[in-house]
């Protein structure tokens, strides 16, 4: 015990992965931080290898859903609760960020003003208080930590104190979205109304259109992947992570054996609103564009079947099921745009009727079946 | 509008014998200067004479032309003295009169005067309505004539409001004190806003008049805030109806049932695009009777949503009863499919359901409070609704089944009840309800394949915070947020409102997670 102790954290939290995701996660950042970036950038664009722009964008945006997924797995998977307003916190994140993104244009807008185009559109004369300090970029990545974690505490607080759950919770967390995106929609709320952040120029004084730019967000995003992937992994399976498991199980034999859940909840869920929020600032500058239908009740409940279609209670699953919806999205919206509504409302029913374990679910009984089968032959 | 004047021509026609207007005016009306044009027409006016509507009409339409030194109103072939209107030559070369902008709106206004004369009692009514926002004081006397002859009571005292208003710049005060002693009497903002400048001691010198305004400027004040408030809770209950009609469908399906259906707005889609349907229908096959397609529509819209809501709850919901979040999830993409559908099947853009004409205009409580009574209807309708989800689910033997089955299902199993086809049919009625909600919702707001999302959280926030399984909290809990969200919209408008009604129901929630009437006993989880 005492050895374990002295163990550099980092190797603690790779302890908690098995050899196969050892294995899986080393591919994943090899392609994500080595390969794509060869191929995009070495490669001419005619070559059938050459990674394209909006290749490095997609993926990069399925990469930020992925941490969104994993976040909601977390508390829905492992806690069982689930919110249908994750979308808010990876708003707050990305509108966190996105100030900053606003500020770095600086006298390039439309107007050629101090002031973002649209306060000058609004005839705003200085910049609200909230956003002040919003140039440094500093006090805008502990925003996107802070707004989050502070937003979902409040609420998280008073909701699992008066032991609210299961579709309550759910029906609270959407009214919840609903009421933050009619508010981000106001041009009086100062976020930009309903165009929200748009027509960034550059970061950290980089240009952000730039193939370079471009390749550090994207492999930054895959670490950030990464690095949810290995804590949530030792996450749930640390004593704070069984606890969990047991609350989501049995909550009510939980108390009686003394211990309170609202700690427990309260803790997973700001770590998913963090977490949702980091996602939704890498995503902002790799996308261009942040408005308040990120909020939208229909993008939080899709972030709930990302989660289901990969298999839930698992954490390759939401990853998996993130890239397999939005790659899915992305292919309907271009090839059959009026059937992908009909596809991801079949996908709805079909994967909570049908594959309650998602796709690893489902790979897991094919695997044993054709274990079984070479069993019996030999 | 046309048919009055062509009839108040003939008429003028017939008895120009004895009323002629001044032909040296009219002469006037064929000067140089615009100025002289104009005052030519306001002094026309003044005599009040129907009979030169007839001129003004002609020269608004170009035909009032100059023969040497008679003005005659050209009609094709013919050719007509203005000022006494008999048939005369036509004459060799007819200068024609330049009317510009100026004078086209003089004439308008001296059009619309006049219609003070009518015959008719509704033009009557109709020109003195409009004069209340614009009167000059050079109509004074013109309002005056117009008021002695008139012998309807609501048009006489809508006239001698607007002869005051003309009055206020008299230069006589003892007429300007009457005006404002008259004008008290009226509860309009417009004449709030006329008053004030006469409390002002630079615009009135006369003291007496001076103080009559003030207090006339406090007396219509307090009728103006008691009458916006009267409306306030008015659309407040009339918002209120709405969100109990949509949510009444969910507070039997999730409510009674326990079901969550996220697919309820698209059956209330389904109610409204049932009113289209059948408006189309009575459109291509009876014209004539387009007014009723409404009533019509009603079996219409209940029964597709019901049957919508059967083959729902056969393929999906009755696999997932008692798992709630998968429910939830599933019926999600019931929605997200009945949306598509109604895009291949109706295009994607709103379509336009009409009102029947029935529902337009509006019961005028008050000067300035009128009650539309598509409003009105919609308050019906939803006590109607209400009173018959009430009887279905008390006074027949569905319901008592419905009851039955959610209260303890093995136990209604036992004694003969059909649990599932019972499950299917109350999901149905549910639906159905729904279905009816919606054909009211298309006629005040838009019918697309997306309004069904705009419910779905308002809904579950009414049937949340009235209480599951209680149709009684739902309804308390529709009205009280209608109202209180109009009287929020007062003075927060409309956004603000609607956050900060949905932030107290969050909070509401967090203190009475039960809602506002709570289960007692055994329901109780």
């Known amino acids: 015990m005492k050895a374990t102790m002295r163990e550099p954290f980092i190797f603690r939290f790779f302890s908690a992965l098995d050899a196969r995701s050892r294995i899986a996660l080393g591919v994943f950042l090899a392609v994500t931080l080595l390969a794509i970036p060869a191929l995009h950038l070495m490669l001419p664009p005619e070559s059938a290898f050459h990674v394209s722009t909006y290749a490095i964008t997609l993926l990069g945006k399925i990469m930020c859903y992925a941490i969104v997924a994993v976040a909601m797995d977390l508390i829905w998977g492992f806690g069982g609760i689930l919110s249908l307003g994750h979308g808010i916190f990876f708003a707050l994140g990305g509108y966190a960020f996105g100030m900053y993104l606003m500020r770095q244009i600086g006298r390039d807008g439309s107007y050629h003003a101090d002031l973002p185009d649209f306060m000058v559109f609004l005839d705003w004369k200085e910049l609200p208080w909230y956003w002040h300090g919003s140039d440094s970029f500093w006090w805008a990545a502990a925003l996107v930590v802070l707004v989050p974690a502070v937003v979902a505490f409040i609420f998280g607080f008073f909701a699992f104190r008066s032991r609210i759950k299961g579709v309550y919770f759910s029906i609270i967390t959407q009214a919840l979205t609903y009421a933050a995106m009619l508010l981000f929609f106001r041009n009086e709320t100062g976020f930009g109304g309903n165009n929200g952040f748009t027509d960034f120029k550059r970061i950290l004084g980089y240009s952000i259109t730039s193939s370079e730019t471009r390749l550090v967000l994207f492999g930054l995003t895959a670490l950030m992947l990464a690095a949810t992937f290995i804590f949530a992994s030792w996450l749930v399976r640390s004593k704070y992570g069984r606890v969990l498991t047991a609350i989501r199980d049995a909550e009510s034999r939980v108390m009686f054996i003394g211990y309170n859940p609202l700690w427990f909840k309260l803790f997973v869920w700001t770590l998913s609103a963090v977490l949702c929020g980091i996602a939704g600032a890498l995503y902002v500058p790799q996308v261009g564009i942040i408005n308040p239908s990120e909020m939208s009740v229909a993008n939080s409940i899709e972030i709930a079947i990302w989660v289901a279609v990969g298999g839930r209670g698992t954490l390759i699953g939401p990853i998996v099921g993130a890239f397999v919806v939005n790659l899915a999205k992305s292919w309907f919206t271009v090839s059959f745009p009026e059937y992908w509504l009909f596809f991801l409302g079949l996908l709805f029913i079909v994967v909570t009727l049908l594959l309650p374990h998602g796709l690893v679910g489902l790979w897991k009984t094919l695997w044993k079946t054709l274990r079984k089968s070479q069993g019996a032959q030999a | 509008m046309l048919k009055t004047l062509i009839t108040l021509l003939l008429m003028a026609c017939a008895h120009t014998a004895h009323a002629a207007p001044d032909p040296a005016l009219v002469l006037q009306l064929a000067d140089e200067d615009s100025s002289v044009k104009v005052a030519a027409i306001q002094k026309l006016t003044t005599t009040a004479d129907p009979d030169t509507v007839r001129i003004f009409k002609a020269m608004a339409e170009d035909s009032l032309m100059l023969a040497g030194d008679a003005v005659v109103i050209i009609d094709g072939d013919k050719a007509f003295d203005a000022a006494t209107g008999k048939l005369v030559a036509m004459p060799e070369s007819p200068e024609s009169i330049t009317v510009n902008n100026r004078i086209r709106g003089e004439l308008a206004n001296a059009m619309a005067a006049l219609e003070l004369f009518d015959a008719d009692p509704t033009v009557r009514l109709a020109s003195a309505q409009k004069l209340q926002s614009k009167v000059s004081a050079e109509m004074a006397p013109l309002l005056a004539k117009a008021m002695e002859n008139e012998t309807d009571a609501k048009i006489k005292s809508l006239l001698a409001l607007a002869h005051a208003q003309a009055n206020l710049a008299n230069t006589d005060p003892v007429a300007r004190l009457a005006a404002v002693r008259a004008l008290a009497g009226s509860s309009s903002p417009e004449v709030k806003s006329l008053l004030i400048p006469i409390t002002q001691n630079a615009n009135e010198k006369d003291n007496r008049v001076r103080y009559a305004a003030i207090s006339a400027v406090k007396e219509i004040e307090g009728r103006v805030k008691m009458t916006d408030n009267l409306g306030r809770v008015f659309s407040g209950l009339s918002l209120g109806s709405i969100l109990l009609l949509g949510a009444l469908g969910l507070a039997i399906t999730y409510g009674v049932m326990g079901i969550i259906n996220m697919a309820h707005g698209e059956l209330l889609m389904v109610g409204a695009y049932s009113a289209y349907a059948m408006q189309s229908l009575f459109r291509t096959y009876f014209p004539g009777a387009i007014d009723w397609y409404l009533p019509a529509a009603i079996p219409l819209a209940f029964f597709a949503a019901a049957l919508v809501g059967v083959i729902m709850e056969r393929t999906v919901i009755r696999w997932l009863y008692g798992r709630t979040l998968e429910t939830l999830l599933a019926t999600w993409g019931l929605s997200l499919i009945l949306i598509q559908a109604a895009r291949v099947l109706f295009g994607a853009q709103n379509v336009e359901v009409a009102n029947p004409s029935w529902m337009s205009g509006g019961i005028e409580l008050m000067p300035n409070l009128l009650l539309p009574w598509n409003r009105i209807i919609i308050v019906g309708f939803a006590l109607f609704v209400l009173s018959l ?36 049919l109350a999901f149905a009625l549910g639906a159905g309800i729904a279905g009816l909600g919606g054909l009211a919702l298309s006629q005040i707001s838009n019918v697309g394949p997306d309004m ?15 209480g599951v399984g209680q149709l009684a909290g739902a309804v308390w809990a529709a009205l009280g947020l209608g109202v209180f969200t109009k009287l929020l919209e007062g003075w927060a408008g409309a956004v603000v409102a609607k956050i900060v009604v949905l932030v107290f129901i969050i909070v509401f929630i967090q203190k009475r997670p039960q809602g506002l009437f709570a289960l007692k006993g055994r329901f109780v989880e």
Do not use: E, H
């Open chain 2, 389 to 424: 989800v009430w009887v279905l689910m008390n006074k027949t033997r569905l319901g008592m089944f419905v009851r039955a089955v959610t209260q303890n299902r093995p136990m209604a199993g036992c004694v003969g009840v059909p649990t599932s086809r019972i499950d299917t």
């Open chain 2, 452 to 466: 069904g999302q705009g419910y779905i959280v308002d809904a579950f926030m009414v049937v949340v915070l009235g």
